[in-house]
């Protein structure tokens, strides 16, 4: 039996979703990220509080761990789950890897990079394009943001 593509979004950012809020309960905002590139699964979680280290975002986290793993900093057959719209920074590292496909959850109109705040990864001005999924389990990753900075009040 073949599984959608639809059902495989959901699968991986369930994933992403749990690892986001293992970083809720270790003081961190709840953004998890899991990195598909063939059979292998990586997965990270905001580590900007644990390690002190304001680039430790989910994002970066597994983007780094993929380029260990096969040796390469071009991740070009790889996709990304996240539960967040990228910030600046993680889609600058996104474009820059050469990813294939990104798929995120909630929006953020404060900080995102996928037309949320700004636009860095549809801009004709990098040098590369990806293939975008948005709102997969978006509610579900929106409410779990939110829980996390109304419990922070």
């Given at each position: ?140 990753a929106a409410e779990q943001l939110q829980r996390f900075f109304r419990a922070r009040r």
């Amino acid at each position: 039996m073949r599984v959608s593509a639809l059902t495989l979004d959901e699968v991986y950012m369930r994933q992403a979703l749990a690892l986001a809020e293992r970083a809720a309960a270790e003081g961190d905002v709840p953004v998890g990220a899991v990195l598909v590139i063939g059979d292998l699964v990586l997965e990270a979680q905001n580590e900007k509080e644990r390690q002190r280290d304001a680039s430790a975002h989910a994002e970066m986290l597994v983007l780094r761990e993929a380029s260990h793993r096969i040796g390469s900093w071009r991740l070009s057959d790889a996709t990304l789950y996240v539960t967040k719209e990228p910030c600046v920074m993680c889609a600058g590292a996104i474009v820059a890897s050469r990813i294939d496909r990104l798929v995120y959850g909630a929006r953020d109109p404060k900080g995102g990079a996928d037309g949320g705040a700004f636009d860095i990864l549809r801009s004709p001005k990098t040098n590369h394009r990806l293939e975008i999924t948005t709102g997969v389990l978006e509610q579900e990753a929106a409410e779990q943001l939110q829980r996390f900075f109304r419990a922070r009040r």
